[in-house]
């Protein structure tokens, strides 16, 4: 149980680490991060995985992929947007998928959506479909 709730910390983490890099605007949208499994990231690791999650979301590229790898924790990861759509009640959202390997945890994927709500933050959102006239 305790393996599995680092595991989910280690992905908000990662979260959270890819949208550093951006302005702290955009930092302050990337919040839903801060949940994700990160509990064997550190702080660096965190950074590098905000900085690729920015990119992603502020990518128009709606298969976009970034990876990130710290050399001093051996930790990396990848952040890959699935898809992108907008909800019936017309919010921009995007499917994520996070891997993430952590040299002492291992392995571990997730797939969340996220929105952008009223003032561009983005926040987690698993509820999130597409319009009926999206595929």
């Known amino acids: 149980m305790l393996n599995a709730r680092n595991k989910r910390s280690s992905v908000i983490a990662t979260l959270a680490a890819l949208t550093a890099g951006l302005s702290c605007m955009a930092s302050a949208q990337l919040g839903f991060l801060k949940n994700a499994p990160t509990g064997n990231l550190d ?22 992929v970034r990876t990130w790898q710290n ?8 952040i890959s947007a699935l898809s992108q759509f907008n909800t019936d009640d017309h919010r921009e959202c995007r499917r994520l998928r996070l891997d993430t390997h952590t040299k002492l945890g291992g392995d571990s994927t ?3 959506n996220v929105c952008r709500a009223t003032g561009g933050k983005w926040l987690l959102d698993p509820d999130a479909r597409p319009t009926a006239a999206q595929p």
């Open 110 to 112: 997730s797939t969340m």
């Open 71 to 78: 050399p001093a924790s051996g930790n990396s990861g990848k």
């Open 43 to 64: 702080e660096q690791d965190v950074k590098l995985m905000r900085d690729a999650t920015g990119a992603i979301l502020a990518s128009s590229d709606p298969q976009a």
